[in-house]
């Protein structure tokens, strides 16, 4: 039941056909296309692109009545579409059809080419005309430009005491663009689009906020979640919009979390989602990113390596959302297991959400994401060959937060189709890039869920982190490939950290990279814009409102030895993206550095940065990884991965 759409490729980047497609606005101009070929009578087709599959995955063409399904390329001769034998278009003329459907964009240059074709009287109409409005394309000469469709979903709720805030940058800005704006779209649970609008964005690096509670009054809407469609106009650089989401509440203790981006593309599955402990739910939201209703039986989750699905027996109609308890439909799932999401491509990268069901922690919520399992991967033998040139290679770094305070859990997570094993170690480093511990998993299979807690490393090692009385660092998922077993590149982890005193808990993950080194390997180490290697760091820190302070942990992962220290500012923008402050730190190679907003900057900076405020982590020496999060006076916290432009 997975839809028939292209939605990204590792060679070729982003679809923007399904987009096109797909886009509220262009789904109903679509609907009227259809409902005048309907009454057209016999419809030819020509299907030049290839097209016509992804128009039919999305859009019900049953109304039209079909004369024939004709093609341009020899190759495509003999194809079914639409249940149609495909033809040469050289013998459209012979169709006796009173319209023609050309499946193209940008389609004069393809009408043109068969006007000589054409049945007689034929009336000709394109996908044309179903175009976004031209207020909204950023290259109007080229609709299926990906920068017309900088488009992504994000989940967003207000309800009862929960609320969600999304906050990002203008980083098109940095690229030269201009008169950058914001076409929002909010969808409730029914996939109703319950307001519509824009927001033009301040010239320059400004910050921006989008805050459910001022939606919600701004539009006198009723207690909605859903999820929020951001499409951005005349964006440079980057056809991917990128966000941090705060999800909180006001009475108290309950909520407070934060999550990335949601990943633009819809992915055949995902991976990474934790079954419950026993005393948790875990709730999937599902949350359709198309025009056209979730049948049915589309959507099923497993046991990581167990060939056994269970389907949701749910229709989610076009952007409605459902929030899937994990144990509908695997009832014994218990922490640590692991389970993959068969989503058939009918939604973007989805959040769930674990909440406690029992004692004094009942009712808090947290919220996370899993991530996009690859289909396109094989087993890479050279990688086993990287280490003398390579040093550690592929690695996963992440917080150990200071461990009087919390536990920190790493979660091996395959990420992969191929990974019928997982031969990895975790490697335990103080703030100083010194080896604290490490803890080989062995040739992990594919349905082992073996999670282990810093705590335990530690004891085991009988060591602290810390060498001046702090104890925290970071900790590396790595490939040991010492006793064989395979690997691909694609590297997965999930990090839970779990308060000693209270019980808020927050978990993130991600995937491993090549960091550091001027070596590359399939465009690793990673670089935000240009060609690999990336060896510098530009990271957005979203700041929390007062009382909240923002927390921020920079780890400088090296897979070879690289600059001794890192030279790192830490800059403090107002919402105007004017610089209030900057401070220079330095991290150790390998090592780590924690710190906090209201520690580095005093009240008096934090007053003028103002509520729209942020800060950019800026490094010209190295690549730095990040995590933020916010904490409370009362002790909730959150944590995620940061993001990069």
Known sequence: MALRIDTFSNQTGGNALFKALGHPLGAERMAALIAKLAKAGLVAIYDPLGFLPTVAALHD?????????????????????????????????GANARAVLVAAFDAQRFVDHIRHLLPRGAEVLTLDEARLPKELLTVPQRYLDPLNFATNFAFFRDQGAEHTRLTTVNYWSGYGAKSVKLWLALFDEHGKRIATWDETLAEGVTGFAIDSRDIRKRFGLPEFTGQLLIHVVNGRGHDVVKYALDTYSLNGAATLSCTHDA???????????????????????????????????AVGLNLMGDQRIAWMEREVPAFGSYALDVAELLPAARWPQQIEI??????????????????????????????????????????????NLMGKGYLLPAPVLPVTQWRSTALPTPMATCQSELPVMAVLYDKEGREVARHRFGRLQRTDSVAVEADDLLRAARASLGQDGEDWGHMELIYDLAEGGAADGWLHGLFRYEQRKG??????????HIFNTVLTYKNEPQSYAGRAPGLSTRLFL?????????????????????????????SLHDGAGNEIAKRAVEIACGGSLLWRYRERFDAKERKSAG?????????????????????AEDGRFSLDHMFGF
């Open 61 to 93: 063409l049953t109304p039209m009545k079909i004369a024939g399904v004709f093609v341009q390329d020899l190759a495509d001769l003999g194809q079914t579409r639409l249940d149609h034998a495909t033809q040469p278009v050289t013998d459209l003329k």
């Open 263 to 297: 990943n633009a593309w819809p992915s055949n599955l995902y991976a990474g989602l934790p079954a419950p402990r026993a005393d948790e739910r875990v709730v999937l939201w599902v949350q359709n990113s198309h025009c056209c209703p979730i049948p049915k039986r």
């Open 342 to 387: 068969q989503a058939g491509k009918h939604f973007v990268r989805p959040r769930y959400e674990v909440i406690d069901t029992s004692g004094p922690r009942k009712g808090r919520r947290r919220i996370a994401h899993p991530n996009v399992e690859r289909e396109d991967l094989k087993p890479d033998a050279k990688i086993a060959e990287l280490g």
């Open 503 to 512: 019980g808020h808990a927050a978990e993130t993950s991600f995937g491993a």
């Open 542 to 570: 979203r700041l929390g409102a007062e009382p909240m302070d923002t927390l921020c942990h920079l780890i400088y992962p090296a897979s070879t030895p690289w600059h001794g220290r890192s030279s790192t500012e830490l």
């Open 611 to 631: 509520e729209r405020g942020y800060a950019v982590v800026r490094d010209a020496t190295c690549r730095l990884f990040g995590y933020h999060g916010l904490i």
